[in-house]
């Protein structure tokens, strides 16, 4: 059974940091590629950031790049969000994802790449 558990949310003031971790056990963590999304109250889910297994090339919206960092630790089975600068605007559920499939042509951007969720941290981010 594949779960995703994530940590690290909270409450923060804009232009703080955090720290979100995803322990991913029950699939083989070193050939999946992993995902970040979050989802605000009223709008749909967002792709925020993606490792690939193989490369480890990372991917990024736009409105992140230069405050987050996706990286991950095989050794652990863990992949983490480093958010700095956090601003009011990325207050959301931020939940990980995984596609074990070895090889697949869909972009990483899109949520149905992924097969597996974890249940969402919330990350709030005060003005």
């Known amino acids: 059974q594949v779960q995703l558990v994530e940590s690290g949310g909270g409450l923060v003031q804009a232009g703080g940091s955090l720290r979100l971790a995803c322990a991913a056990s029950?699939?083989?963590?070193?050939?999946?590629?992993m995902g970040w999304f979050r989802q605000a109250p009223g709008k749909e889910r967002q792709f925020v950031a993606a490792i690939t297994w193989r490369t480890g090339n990372t991917y990024y919206t736009d409105s992140v790049k230069g405050r987050f960092t996706i990286s991950r630790d095989n050794a652990k089975d863990t992949v983490y969000l480093q958010m700095n600068s956090l601003k009011p605007e990325d207050t959301a559920i931020y939940y990980c994802?995984?596609?074990?499939?070895?090889?697949?042509?869909?972009?990483?951007?899109?949520?149905?790449?992924?097969?597996?969720w974890g249940q969402g941290t919330q990350v709030t981010v005060s003005s």
């Open positions: 994802a995984a596609d074990p499939a070895r090889f697949t042509v869909t972009p990483v951007t899109l949520a149905r790449r992924y097969d597996f």
């Open positions: 029950g699939l083989t963590f070193s050939s999946s590629t």
